[in-house]
């Protein structure tokens, strides 16, 4: 799986979008970026996940550039609960890949 | 998305000792998989365990000192042997969601203290 880098962590301004970046320059042809988030004593929690083109659900929005070098989870109003470590992930998306974190980026969300 | 429930949620063991942790899932799943977080740190990927099969383990972790259970489509165990202070981390018992997309839904996780 392609490696990852992201800023270890970022500040935001509660009702504030909080735009997180991922590198990803190796990246495979077949290979999705996916994050996920860990909010403190939980185990992490699926976000959003995307190929080439922009993502967009009920949590997040993902913008990953046309060369897919890298990408941007954004939070668009951030909110306390809201703070957590980011994960920024490449993998295929069969049966079995495996997920392999990497040091992902601490949120702070401020009130 | 599947349901996980992890016990103990928490403990703290002495030295020497074993411990086994439990994952139970609310729907059959294929793939289940063991990570460990040691304080501050990041996720990693202890083994993959697959029903009918042995567990497969990644590079630095063994058989005899995590050894790994999966009964059946629902449920696996994983054991922490001969416990020392270095094994005190939080374990993540995590599965494969079917279908699309592919992803993985997690427990939240054991934390062990080892003294």
């Known amino acids: 799986d392609a490696k990852t880098t992201q800023p270890p962590s970022m500040d935001c301004a509660e009702g504030r979008a909080a735009n997180l970046p991922c590198n990803h320059s190796?990246?495979?042809?077949?290979?999705?970026v996916y994050w996920y988030r860990q909010i403190h004593s939980q185990g992490p929690q699926y976000i959003i996940h995307g190929l080439k083109n922009n993502e967009t659900n009920e949590m997040a929005s993902l913008i990953i550039t046309e060369d897919r070098k890298s990408s941007t989870l954004i939070l668009p109003h951030a909110t306390l609960r809201d703070t957590a470590v980011y994960y920024c992930i490449v993998r295929v998306e069969t049966s079995g890949s495996r997920l392999t974190f990497g040091e992902g980026t601490q949120l702070t969300v401020n009130p | 998305s599947a349901v996980i429930s992890q016990k103990p949620s928490r403990d703290i063991c002495q030295r020497g000792t074993s411990l086994t942790i439990q994952c139970q899932v609310d729907s059959q799943v294929t793939m289940m998989f063991w990570y460990r977080q040691q304080p501050g740190q990041s996720l990693t990927l202890i083994a993959t365990a697959n029903q009918g099969s042995e567990a497969t383990y990644e590079s630095g972790f063994v058989i005899d000192k995590f050894p790994i259970s999966r009964p059946n489509l629902t449920f696996s165990t994983l054991t922490v042997s001969n416990m020392s202070p270095e094994d005190s981390s939080i374990y993540l018992c995590s599965v494969e969601k079917t279908g699309v997309p592919f992803g993985y839904t997690f427990g939240s996780g054991t934390r062990l203290t080892v003294v």
């Open positions: 190796t990246i495979s042809g077949n290979e999705y």
